[in-house]
Every structure is written in structure tokens, then in C-alpha cells.
């Protein structure tokens, strides 16, 4: 089968596509890449959640799915929005990758170890709040642009360090960059890649079904369904894990303000990815977690 497969042009969207490629091309398909500007790509002087956030990074690639231009498209999943766009139906999630963040700074130093008032880079509300809940004396600094960038502003001593997703210095064979890993509770899926497919496309779906990882769906089912509970988006500044057990799911969320001076948390453990996501979700809104959604919002 011959298939298009829709792109980013960053060298982490692009290397996470040919991952998926090289998989397909393995089941006997003819792939071939197409690169697809998107206007998270196009605007990169103003922070995300100044942009909107939904559909940042997808809509254009999702617009080309409908009108058959191409036939899949690969994410971070945990850039996708939570409700499936119009027509469009995540067909694969595939095995996952590390779903830490990781702390790079030029000496691989922990976070603890860092000096007061360190400049830390990161887009990422989450990140922001957890890394200002552990060390409220240092300065996070407001960043855009892809992995290598990121990495070169704290290697080049612009900044004192940066925060990145450790599955993207895997997948970039850059793990000889000096960092740690973090334990802050990752952003609902990550490390987990999503491939996008028309809803109706049924042979695409049938190519995708050898790459899908159910174990993997239910686990990020629940994270994202979270989300989902709490009405947030991919700039709400909550984590969560959710860790295969022998018959069950456990599931652990946390929501912060941007300061990071109030941090709730809450678990669940069951064998229903959605009803433990509603438990969490729940026993969040009892501790307050509605007003940190409306300051955030």
C-alpha cells in the first residue's frame, strides 16, 4: 500500500516519522513523508498559550487527513488535543518512549544542586509550576524553538538550564547531552507517540493496527481522560502517570498554580482507564482544583 504520511518539519517531528515509516516500510508499504507547516511552527516569537494552544501543531496536518492529500500523521501525542478533531480518530498509539522530563545543564546537575536564582528554560506551563514548587529561588524563563535550540542556549551559557522531554533526546539519539531526569509527573502521554488517520480511512487503519500497543492506550487513555474531566488543554499545568499494574491501572494526577505554591494531588487504581480518570478528577475539584483552572485559563 502506498501512503503519505504528513509531517512537521522539526527534526523531532521528522525523526519521529520516519520511526513510524521505517515500521510500515517493514510490513511491505511504500511510505512517503510530506512536510506540512503549521502555525505553531510559523509563529514562534509569542509563548504557546498566548496562540490558543488547540490545534497549534495539528490543524494543518489534520485539514490535509480530510482532504486525502495525506493519509496519516504522527504527533507527541501529548500535543494532541483531547477531543478527537472533525473526521479524524488517533488509529495507533505505539510502543512508548521514557516519559520523563529532563533537567540539561552544562554540568548535569540535579535540581536541588542548582544555584539560587538559575535561569531555567521552558515553554511549558507544568513544568513551570513543579519546577517553582521545588525551588521557588530560581527564575523560568519563557522559551520556543525545537530540541537542538534549546539544548544550545543553555550549552552556550545563554541560560542556566533547560527542561526538555527525555523521550526527544532519545529519539534524537542526544542522551549524551548532559542532563537528569526529573520526577515531576510528565504531561498526559508523554513520551507516547499518536498517528492520526482519516475516521474512515479503513485500510490506512489496518496498516496502523500492527503498531499499536494496547497496554500503552489504556495507560494514556486514563492520563488524558483527566485532562478531559477537568476541561484542560495541553497548556493546563497538570501531570500525570498512569503505571500498569498485574489487573489494574494506577493512576496519580497533579494540578499546580504558575507560582507552584499550591500543588494538588490526588490517585486511583482500577481496571477502567476512564472511571479512575473521573476518580482522580474528582477528588482534584474537591481540593480546589476549579480555581487553578480559572486562574490558568
Sequence with gaps: MHLVLGTRGSLLARTQSEWVADKLRA????????????????????????????????????????????????????????????????????????????????????????????RIGTASRRRTAFLLQRRPDIEVVPIRGNVDTRIARTLDGDLDGVVVAAAGLVRLQKSSVPHVALDFLPAPAQGALGIQAHRDAGPVHEALAVLHDVGVERAVRAERAVLAALEGGCSTPLGALAVPRETTLHLRASIAQLDGKVVLSAEAEGDDPDVIARQVADRLFEQGAQEILDATH
Design 27 to 118: 510490513c511491505g508499504h511504500n511510505v512517503e513523508l510530506r512536510t506540512i507547516v503549521t502555525r505553531g511552527d510559523r509563529e514562534q516569537s509569542r509563548p504557546i498559550p498566548e496562540l490558543g494552544g488547540k490545534g497549534l501543531f495539528t490543524a494543518e496536518l489534520e485539514a490535509a487527513l480530510r482532504d486525502g492529500s495525506i493519509h496519516l500523521a504522527v504527533h507527541s501525542l501529548k500535543d494532541l488535543p483531547v477531543e478527537d478533531a472533525d473526521g479524524i480518530v488517533v488509529a495507533a498509539i505505539p510502543e512508548r518512549e521514557m516519559w520523563q522530563d529532563a533537567l540539561v545543564t552544562p554540568g548535569a546537575l540535579e535540581l536541588a544542586d542548582l544555584p539560587s536564582g538559575a
